[in-house]
């Protein structure tokens, strides 16, 4: 089993920026595919994005591409998502998730998931 743990949310002006941590235990997250997801009230979880090893191509959606960076600390068992530039549509509660094979963007392609940590986002 991997667990994880998500922290650094809060609340930002519009064009802060914010970076999340999520602290995986149980499995080394070197092996799987993490993503992140946020969900805001009365919404569908949706993809922001995905990475699996250091040589592998990063995913984003087209809503965060240039502004969001996801990135991985190994020594640290951690992956972090880097927000930028941040909207008020960016508010929501964001998720971390892993899988151990698939490479997937929709949210039941990974097994793990990390309680979430909220974001808000003020004009």
């Known amino acids: 089993q991997v667990q994880l743990v998500e922290s650094g949310g809060g609340l930002v002006q519009t064009g802060g920026s914010l970076r999340l941590s999520c602290a995986a235990s149980?499995?080394?997250?070197?092996?799987?595919?993490v993503g992140w997801f946020r969900q805001a009230p009365g919404n569908e979880r949706e993809f922001v994005a995905r990475m699996r090893s250091s040589t592998d191509t990063l995913y984003y959606a087209d809503s965060v591409k240039g502004r969001f960076t996801i990135s991985r600390d190994s020594a640290k068992n951690t992956v972090y998502l880097q927000m930028n530039s941040l909207k008020p549509e960016d508010t929501a509660l964001y998720y971390c998730?892993?899988?151990?094979?698939?490479?997937?963007?929709?949210?039941?392609?990974?097994?793990?998931w990390g309680q979430g940590t909220q974001v808000t986002v003020s004009s």
């Open positions: 149980g499995r080394s997250l070197s092996s799987q595919t």
């Open positions: 998730a892993a899988d151990r094979f698939r490479q997937g963007i929709r949210s039941n392609q990974y097994e793990y």
